[in-house]
């Protein structure tokens, strides 16, 4: 019994050293195919994780209200577009050549006055106080002011000085933008009242305000000397006189602007009128003139 067990574990044992071993190439490509599986989604996630993170795409309802306000804007300036239309001035190429025409007419005048006195344009900027930087210059010739305070702040300031102290002589001359002459105005007298005369005066004397006929001849008699106007219609030469000089003597000092109501794109102007010769051959041509 003994033999026959131990011959039984022998064979055992011889059976079990023989047996065939298990398939090491199935269980090898089982690892690759695992490890291809790992790389393909390692792969994946890098991407994933690199990949730019989308924009949260706005609501409905704010893109309808940027869109809403957009309209808006568009609108507005439709209407506004539609408005500055309606008030430019519409081609009119026969006005133009009109205004064309009687340009060079009034240049034409005033050349031909200003050779008959002898005296050249001398151009003053249009800035708004053109009146009072022409007649500044034209003091400045004639040695009333000297050459630092000739400027449009100076004159301006005497010229409202004057106004404010002689009301009665301009009143009549400076209609009320509320009275006879407003619009839709029909039972005020037209003239100023004195709080609306002083606010007059105050705005020649600190602001760009244009001056005209009534300052003229408040500097004429403020600084005691004729204003001579020349302007391209009928009378060539208006003279505005403080009084008792004969503007046509000989010996009569004046100063002499130009008025051009066509020239320049702004409108009316003025320009100092500068002697081309002695001051003598200048009163001698004026007098010529008024003779």
């Not at 940027?66 to 609108?75: C, F, G, V």
């Not at 009569?252 to 020239?263: E, G």
Request: proline share 7%; net charge neutral; glycine share 6%.
């Amino acid at each position: 019994m003994a033999k026959k067990r131990n011959k039984a574990i022998k064979t055992s044992q011889t059976q079990m050293h023989h047996a065939p071993a298990p398939p090491v190439v199935e269980d090898e490509q089982l690892v690759t195919d695992l490890f291809a599986e790992l790389a393909t989604r390692d792969q994946q996630l890098t991407q994933e994780a690199t990949a730019p993170t989308p924009q949260v795409s706005q609501t409905p309802k704010t893109v309808s209200k940027k869109q809403d306000s957009k309209a808006r804007h568009i609108a507005r300036q439709a209407r506004k577009a539609a408005a500055l239309a309606q008030h430019m001035p519409t081609v009119d190429p026969a006005a133009d050549a009109q205004v064309e025409w009687e340009t060079k007419q009034e240049t034409a005048s005033i050349n031909r006055t200003c050779d008959e006195l002898g005296v050249q344009i001398h151009e003053i900027n249009p800035d708004g106080h053109c009146l009072f930087s022409a007649i500044a210059d034209q003091l400045a010739i004639l040695n009333i002011l000297p050459p630092s305070q000739a400027n449009h702040a100076t004159v301006r300031a005497v010229a409202a000085d004057y106004m404010l102290r002689h009301p009665g002589d301009f009143l009549p001359f400076i209609p009320s933008i509320s009275g006879e002459d407003g619009v839709g105005a029909t039972a005020d007298t037209g003239l100023m009242s004195a709080a609306q005369f002083e606010r007059y005066c105050l705005s020649i004397r600190d602001t760009g305000a244009w001056g005209g006929e009534p300052e003229i001849l408040a500097l004429s008699k403020a600084y005691n000397v004729p204003i001579l106007v020349v302007q391209g219609g009928i009378p060539p030469i208006v003279a505005h006189n403080p009084g008792d000089i004969n503007p046509a003597s000989r010996h009569a000092k004046a100063a002499r602007i130009s008025f051009h109501r066509r020239k320049y794109g702004l409108g009316e102007h003025y320009n100092s009128l500068r002697p081309k010769h002695t001051l003598a051959t200048v009163a001698d041509k004026i007098q010529s003139i008024f003779s």
